[in-house]
Protein backbone atom coordinates (compact mmCIF):
# COMPACT_ATOMS: atom_id res chain seq x y z
CA UNK A 1 0.00 0.00 0.00
CA UNK A 2 1.71 3.70 -0.82
CA UNK A 3 2.02 5.71 2.01
CA UNK A 4 -0.57 8.50 2.76
CA UNK A 5 0.39 11.85 0.76
CA UNK A 6 1.43 14.18 3.69
CA UNK A 7 -0.30 17.06 1.51
CA UNK A 8 -2.97 15.32 -0.67
CA UNK A 9 -5.95 17.55 -1.51
CA UNK A 10 -4.20 20.59 -1.54
CA UNK A 11 -4.69 22.60 -4.58
CA UNK A 12 -1.16 24.16 -4.54
CA UNK A 13 -0.73 27.68 -7.22
CA UNK A 14 2.22 27.12 -8.94
CA UNK A 15 1.98 29.68 -11.14
CA UNK A 16 2.02 32.21 -7.95
CA UNK A 17 4.45 30.59 -5.60
CA UNK A 18 4.44 32.00 -2.44
CA UNK A 19 8.64 32.43 -3.07
CA UNK A 20 9.74 32.79 -6.30
CA UNK A 21 13.14 32.08 -7.72
CA UNK A 22 14.38 35.42 -6.53
CA UNK A 23 12.99 35.01 -3.19
CA UNK A 24 15.04 31.85 -2.89
CA UNK A 25 18.11 33.15 -4.31
CA UNK A 26 18.29 35.28 -1.12
CA UNK A 27 18.51 32.70 1.42
CA UNK A 28 19.87 29.62 -0.73
CA UNK A 29 23.41 30.09 -1.85
CA UNK A 30 23.06 27.20 -4.70
CA UNK A 31 23.60 28.56 -8.35
CA UNK A 32 23.93 27.69 -12.15
CA UNK A 33 23.35 23.74 -12.47
CA UNK A 34 23.09 23.43 -9.11
CA UNK A 35 19.83 25.39 -8.33
CA UNK A 36 17.50 22.67 -8.07
CA UNK A 37 14.49 24.68 -6.81
CA UNK A 38 12.62 27.37 -8.67
CA UNK A 39 9.55 28.42 -6.31
CA UNK A 40 7.71 27.96 -2.87
CA UNK A 41 4.13 27.09 -3.07
CA UNK A 42 3.00 26.45 0.42
CA UNK A 43 4.72 26.39 4.03
CA UNK A 44 3.03 24.94 7.00
CA UNK A 45 4.82 26.85 9.85
CA UNK A 46 2.98 24.84 12.78
CA UNK A 47 4.19 21.37 11.74
CA UNK A 48 7.08 22.70 9.81
CA UNK A 49 6.38 21.24 6.48
CA UNK A 50 7.32 23.15 3.20
CA UNK A 51 6.27 22.44 -0.29
CA UNK A 52 8.40 23.17 -3.11
CA UNK A 53 9.24 22.64 -7.19
CA UNK A 54 12.00 22.91 -9.63
CA UNK A 55 10.70 23.92 -13.67
CA UNK A 56 12.97 21.42 -15.70
CA UNK A 57 14.61 22.46 -18.64
CA UNK A 58 15.54 20.04 -21.51
CA UNK A 59 18.98 21.77 -21.21
CA UNK A 60 19.40 20.54 -17.77
CA UNK A 61 23.26 19.00 -17.28
CA UNK A 62 21.81 15.47 -16.74
CA UNK A 63 18.66 15.16 -19.54
CA UNK A 64 21.02 14.12 -21.97
CA UNK A 65 22.94 11.05 -20.63
CA UNK A 66 19.93 10.10 -17.93
CA UNK A 67 18.00 7.81 -19.53
CA UNK A 68 17.93 8.87 -23.11
CA UNK A 69 14.81 9.48 -24.52
CA UNK A 70 13.20 8.94 -21.14
CA UNK A 71 15.03 11.97 -19.31
CA UNK A 72 14.02 10.80 -15.72
CA UNK A 73 15.38 13.16 -12.97
CA UNK A 74 18.16 11.33 -10.98
CA UNK A 75 16.91 9.88 -7.61
CA UNK A 76 20.39 12.25 -6.51
CA UNK A 77 19.26 15.54 -7.86
CA UNK A 78 15.59 14.96 -6.24
CA UNK A 79 18.00 14.28 -2.36
CA UNK A 80 19.25 18.16 -3.47
CA UNK A 81 15.87 19.33 -4.40
CA UNK A 82 14.77 18.18 -0.86
CA UNK A 83 17.85 19.66 0.67
CA UNK A 84 17.34 22.58 -0.74
CA UNK A 85 13.82 23.26 0.61
CA UNK A 86 15.00 22.44 3.84
CA UNK A 87 17.86 24.57 3.92
CA UNK A 88 15.57 27.36 2.68
CA UNK A 89 13.19 26.59 5.14
CA UNK A 90 15.91 26.67 7.98
CA UNK A 91 17.86 29.56 6.97
CA UNK A 92 14.63 31.40 6.17
CA UNK A 93 12.94 31.11 9.81
CA UNK A 94 16.53 30.92 11.35
CA UNK A 95 15.84 27.37 12.64
CA UNK A 96 19.66 26.88 13.29
CA UNK A 97 21.18 29.71 14.68
CA UNK A 98 23.60 30.17 12.04
CA UNK A 99 25.01 31.42 8.29
CA UNK A 100 26.06 27.46 7.47
CA UNK A 101 24.01 24.83 6.09
CA UNK A 102 25.16 21.29 4.96
CA UNK A 103 22.86 18.56 3.81
CA UNK A 104 25.19 15.21 5.71
CA UNK A 105 22.58 12.53 5.00
CA UNK A 106 18.94 11.44 4.78
CA UNK A 107 16.71 8.90 6.49
CA UNK A 108 13.24 7.61 5.54
Given at each position: MPPKLLYGGIDFD??????????IREINPQRFEMEQL?????????NHG?????DVREDEFWVRGH???????PGVILCECSAQLAGFYARKYKLLGGDFLG????ND
Open positions: FDNPVFGIEDSGIVHIDREIVGFKMPGFPLMFGGM
